[in-house]
C-alpha cells in the first residue's frame, strides 16, 4: 500500500491528518473499540474520538454497541466515490448564488493565469462551470495522465450536465471522450503540448509542461475569433 498517495488523495476530499489516519487504522483493524484504534492511529484518545466523530457525520464509519461499549468499522472504500459525489452536489447547488455575487464584480474582459496541478484544476472547474458547449483542439492525452482520478470526476460531470463538446485532435490519439462529445481528427504529425479550449466568452490555452501552466482569456471577440478559425478546422476535419 503506497500510504504517503494515499493519504495526499483523502487529504485533497477534505480529510484532517487525524480522520486518514483513525481511517486507515480501521480499515487495517476492523471492528474496534477506541483504545486500540488509538494506539494503532497514533492519536491520542481525544483526538481519536473527534476524528470518528467527523467519520461518522461523513459516512465513512459505522459502528455497534456490545456492552455499553462502542465498536466501531470503516464502511466499504467505495463510499468515498460517493462521498466526493456528495460534496460535488453541495457545490452545484450554491454555485448559483456565488456565482450572481462574482459576476456583479466580474470585468467584461480579463487575463488570468495558473501554474502547477491546482492550477490546472481551476481552470477545469471553469470550463464546466458556465454549462456552455466547448470546442477544443489540440490534446495529446495528458489531462487523463497527469490528472487521473479528477479527469474522471470531470468526464462524469460533463455527461451529468449535458454538456457539448467538439474535440479535434491528432490522428491516432485516443481522447477518451465522454459521451456529449464529438471527435474529429486531423493528419497533423506534430505532437502538441498546448490545448486551446473555447466557451462563452472565454478562452482556456493549457500547456502541459514539466509544471503545467494555463491562461484564461475572458474577451468576447477574441472567443468569437477563436470559434471561426475553430468551425473552418472542424469542416476540414475527418471523423475518423
Request: glycine share 6%.
Amino acid at each position: 500500500m503506497d500510504r504517503e498517495k494515499i493519504e495526499k488523495i483523502l487529504q485533497n476530499i477534505g480529510m484532517t491528518n487525524n480522520e486518514i489516519k483513525v481511517y486507515l487504522a480501521l480499515l487495517k483493524l476492523g471492528s474496534s473499540k477506541v483504545g486500540r484504534i488509538s494506539k494503532e492511529a497514533e492519536t491520542n484518545r481525544s483526538y481519536t474520538y473527534d476524528a470518528l466523530k467527523k467519520l461518522l457525520e461523513k459516512g465513512l464509519v459505522s459502528y455497534t454497541v456490545e456492552g455499553k461499549r462502542k465498536w466501531f468499522k470503516a464502511v466499504d472504500p467505495k463510499r468515498l466515490t460517493a462521498f466526493l459525489q456528495e460534496r460535488q452536489d453541495d457545490i452545484e447547488e450554491i454555485l448559483p448564488q456565488l456565482e450572481g455575487v462574482y459576476k456583479q464584480t466580474e470585468p467584461e474582459s480579463d487575463i488570468k493565469l495558473y501554474r502547477g496541478l491546482k492550477g490546472i484544476q481551476t481552470v477545469m472547474e471553469d470550463l464546466i462551470a458556465k454549462g456552455k458547449p466547448i470546442d477544443v483542439f489540440g490534446f495529446e492525452g495528458q489531462f487523463l495522465e497527469r490528472m487521473p482520478i479528477f479527469s474522471k470526476h470531470f468526464i462524469k460531470r460533463l455527461e451529468k450536465r449535458k454538456i457539448k463538446i467538439r474535440h479535434i485532435v491528432r490522428k491516432g490519439v485516443d481522447v477518451s471522450p465522454s459521451k456529449t462529445t464529438d471527435v474529429r481528427y486531423v493528419s497533423k504529425k506534430t505532437i502538441s503540448p498546448v490545448i486551446t479550449n473555447i466557451y462563452g466568452d472565454k478562452i482556456a490555452i493549457i500547456i502541459w509542461s514539466e509544471i503545467p501552466e494555463a491562461v484564461i482569456i475572458k474577451n468576447k471577440m477574441a472567443a468569437e475569433s477563436y470559434r471561426n478559425y475553430f468551425e473552418i478546422l472542424w469542416k476540414s476535419a475527418n471523423r475518423k
